[in-house]
């Protein structure tokens, strides 16, 4: 399936389709086009708009597009919710929401600035992604 959403990644630009890609299409692609143009793809192509303002998959009631389709797609793991709680912080600028979402927002930065390409970033950015998830698991494990 196809996803659009707004170019020039930022948190919640990666964070979602790692959490598409890893959790509910792991056959997703993704569009990145001028917000202005969101609509637009989204009609002609058929794609999934997300993370762009007034989409369903987008920020509602204080929450991040990440918690969205966290909520949409009913998705339960205890360390997934974790990582949005992280992904919340460093997206909406709330740095209280968890303390390592300053430091996710500071390398969304450090990636941004090094690969400008949106696919690209992705590309590297998801393994980012992928270890900041497992140390999740681990810390709600020991939670347990």
Not at 1 to 27: E, G, Q, Y
Not at 53 to 67: I, M, N
Not at 117 to 136: I, K, P, S
């Amino acid at each position: 399936m196809k996803w659009v959403t707004r170019s020039h990644v930022h948190v919640d630009r990666v964070a979602c389709p790692w959490l598409i890609n890893r959790f509910v299409d792991s056959d997703a692609e993704f569009l990145f086009v001028p917000r202005s143009q969101v609509d637009r793809v989204a009609t002609e192509t058929g794609a999934i708009p997300f993370d762009s303002p007034g989409v369903a998959l987008g920020h509602h009631d204080g929450k991040c597009s990440f918690e969205t389709i966290i909520e949409h797609y009913g998705l339960t793991d205890k360390a997934l919710l974790r990582l949005a709680r992280i992904v919340h912080g460093a997206d909406t600028d709330d740095c209280n929401a968890d303390p390592v979402a300053t430091g996710l927002e500071a390398i969304a930065v450090g990636y941004s600035l090094r690969f400008p390409d949106d696919l690209e970033n992705l590309a590297h950015q998801f393994e980012v992604y992928d270890a900041l998830y497992a140390w999740c698991r681990l810390k709600v494990a020991q939670e347990k």
